[in-house]
């Protein structure tokens, strides 16, 4: 993880703090697809912004099969990640 992500924040770029689950763990699991470094500040912003946060691709329902499938919103662009942890241009 911290090798994919550089040691930034996959949504702002700054030190990430935080490992967040895109799909509640007892669902998703702990695959690198599933988890992504946050600071504070955008943690707390996935949780109190769970609609935005679910455009962006930081919350990923339950129902989709698939995480690998589902872009994530980087501060960088649109990226996916597949199951061995690495990013790939969405």
């Known amino acids: ?17 935080a490992l967040h689950h895109r799909m509640r763990r007892r669902e998703g699991g702990h695959g690198c697809e599933n988890l992504v470094g946050l600071c504070h500040t955008c943690h707390e912003w996935v949780h109190k912004h769970p609609k935005l946060a679910q455009e962006a691709g930081y919350i990923i329902p339950i129902h989709i099969e698939d995480i690998s499938v589902v872009p994530i919103k980087a501060y960088y662009g649109w990226v996916t990640f597949d199951k061995d942890g690495d990013t790939v241009a969405a």
């Open 1 to 17: 993880m911290r090798e994919r992500q550089g040691g930034q924040c996959l949504r702002c770029g700054n030190t990430y703090t």
